[in-house]
């Protein structure tokens, strides 16, 4: 098993950047795929960003690309969401998520049914 610890929340300008880790312990990172989903009051929880194994690939909602960045130190056991250009739009509850993934394809996930371990989430609010 793996557990997951989310930092770096907060509150922010509209305009501003944030970035967000989650912290993995009790596993070989490595070995598992990650993603970012994030939850607004009253809405579904939705895909944010995804990143494979390795770090190579990556995915990301269109409401994010090209303002957010998902990567990942398997060193330091961590995943980072680098936000840019924050809108209102995008306050809510930030939670990461892990799955283990085969080393025979290093592919990332972007529906959370994939994800088997999640973290207890990160407010981030926008203000405009």
């Known amino acids: 098993q793996v557990q997951l610890v989310e930092s770096g929340g907060g509150l922010v300008q509209a305009g501003d950047s944030l970035r967000v880790s989650c912290a993995a312990s009790?596993?070989?990172?490595?070995?598992?795929?990650m993603g970012w989903f994030r939850q607004a009051p009253g809405k579904e929880r939705e895909f944010v960003a995804a990143i494979s194994r390795s770090g190579v690939r990556t995915y990301y909602a269109d409401s994010v690309k090209g303002r957010f960045t998902i990567s990942r130190d398997n060193a330091k056991n961590t995943v980072y969401l680098q936000m840019n250009s924050l809108r209102p739009d995008d306050t809510a509850v930030y939670y990461c998520a892990a799955t283990p993934a085969l080393s025979s394809s290093d592919r990332y996930y972007y529906s959370g049914t994939d994800y088997n371990y999640w973290g207890q989430g990160t407010q981030v609010t926008v203000s405009s």
């Open positions: 009790g596993s070989i990172f490595s070995l598992y795929a």
